[in-house]
């Protein structure tokens, strides 16, 4: 069994038994730590020492530090803790017995891999403070952080689903990049409600509503004695293709959470350590709802059940409102101070709606540039006026919200399906055929907003 050290710096960690007796280097201050003694019953390491994580075995730059994606706690690479392999050491004492350990890295393979204590090779990495998993790139290329909200019911869920699978077809067609998983377990919901969506043989499916509690959306740890629960974040990489290598790779973080968590009056701590990606975030998107606007149903003549329902009906501005007065205290911004990140309003479910604006929207606004295809910046912008003319007219409240308190503004048409739902006769729920689902402009919010975060 491995046998745990300690060190007088605070660092702990267990070592192979093949160890006993001697002293090794510490991980975290370089000291030398001396191991108890013990019979040796493990095979010796593929390379014996003890060294901080992988240095000796670094080919690329690392970053100065990492910040990660679920607590926000920022650390050097060098305190990455390695998740172990072994079935024998599950148990970790911040996520629970179910749960692969946690540890400082003290043994490596010859290409620098983590070994557990039974010499598995751990590839999985995760942060000192909750124990959440971190990609492997945020050692060397800082995330754009982009934050999905908006009222209960409102849809997000339907257009994250939409937005990643059109973003799959579309990067590599016009834009020279793949966008693909950066860690498959983190995006198993929001690769399920794709393939529910766009990849299922069913002729009726629906999405089930994000939750506050629980479910696959949210991960529950214990620091210090205490719960914090924090949103799971969907984390993708935007990797150049081969035929484009002048682009550099981006890594993508998307967080999504339940309307109430926004709910004006409801904040608590659990709620303020859920939505605290919104202030770390390079850009937001804000999805509003017209069928839960009661001004602007009344401009809508459509046979959409959804224009039935008198129950989920929102005034979404005071959401809005709430979600840039916690954004200003968490910031510490001034009276009157604005944010500066890009907000982008993504006025959804445009298939019923579209008829009100002046001209017809393109199939994706996008032109010839450089070496293949970029946003058209100017169709983006006339669509954005529109847009945000149709909203002051019926809902000016809407745009006061946003302008108040974002310094940059745009507005955006989209429908994650294209089409209305249809009532299941069983259950007298609302889903969608699959065969039916044909998405509007559901990856351009995302895009305009990655291209301003960028700056340009």
Not at 212 to 217: A, E, H, N, T
Request: charged fraction near 20%; glycine fraction near 6%.
């Amino acid at each position: 069994m491995p046998i745990p050290i300690s060190c007088p710096c605070g660092m702990t960690a267990k070592v192979k038994e093949s160890y006993a007796g001697k002293r090794v280097k510490c991980p975290q201050c370089g000291g030398g730590v001396a191991v108890p003694d013990a019979a040796p019953s493990l095979p010796e390491p593929v390379l014996e020492r003890v060294d901080n994580l992988f240095n000796g075995c670094r080919t690329t730059v690392w970053l100065d530090q990492i910040q990660c994606p679920h607590c926000w706690e920022k650390f050097p690479p060098t305190d990455l803790l390695a998740v172990a392999e072994a079935e024998e050491l599950r148990g970790d004492p911040v996520l629970g017995d179910d749960e692969f350990l946690r540890f400082p890295p003290v043994h490596f393979s010859l290409d620098g891999i983590p070994l557990d204590g039974h010499g598995n090779r751990c590839r999985q990495l995760a942060c000192p403070r909750c124990h959440l998993p971190v990609p492997r790139a945020f050692m060397t290329t800082a995330p754009t952080i982009i934050s999905l909200v908006g009222a209960a019911g409102s849809g997000k869920s339907y257009l994250l689903a939409a937005m990643t699978h059109s973003l799959r077809r579309s990067l590599p067609r016009y834009f020279g990049r793949g966008f693909n998983d950066a860690d498959t377990v983190s995006n198993l919901a929001l690769g399920e409600y794709e393939r529910r969506l766009f990849r299922s043989a069913d002729n009726f499916v629906l999405l089930d509503k994000t939750q506050q509690v629980g479910g696959d959306l949210y991960r529950e740890v214990i620091i210090d004695e205490m719960p914090y629960r924090y949103p799971r974040p969907f984390l993708f990489a935007l990797a150049p293709m081969a035929a484009n290598t002048a682009l550099k790779p981006q890594t993508l973080i998307l967080y999504d959470n339940a309307g109430e968590s926004f709910q004006p009056g409801e904040a608590k701590r659990e709620d303020e350590t859920v939505t605290t990606h919104t202030v770390n975030s390079a850009a937001m998107l804000f999805l509003f709802d017209p069928t839960q606007d009661v001004d602007l149903r009344r401009r809508l003549n459509s046979n959409d059940p959804q224009l039935q329902n008198t129950k989920n009906v929102y005034h979404q501005a005071l959401i809005l409102n709430e979600i840039a007065l916690r954004m200003k205290n968490l910031l510490g911004l001034k009276a009157g101070q604005r944010h500066r990140q890009p907000l982008v309003v993504v006025v959804a479910k445009c298939d019923i709606w579209q008829n009100l604006l002046p001209a017809a929207l393109t199939a994706l606004p996008v032109k010839t540039g450089g070496d293949g295809y970029e946003l058209d910046a100017a169709e983006l912008e006339r669509v954005s006026a529109a847009t945000r003319n149709l909203l002051n007219e019926s809902c000016p409240d809407v745009v006061a919200a946003a302008e108040s308190a974002w310094a940059t503004v745009k507005y955006v048409p989209a429908s994650a399906t294209g089409c209305s739902p249809q009532r299941d006769a069983a259950t007298g729920a609302l889903g969608f055929n699959p065969q039916n689902i044909k998405p509007i402009w559901a990856e351009i919010p995302l895009l305009w907003a990655i291209k301003m975060a960028n700056g340009k």
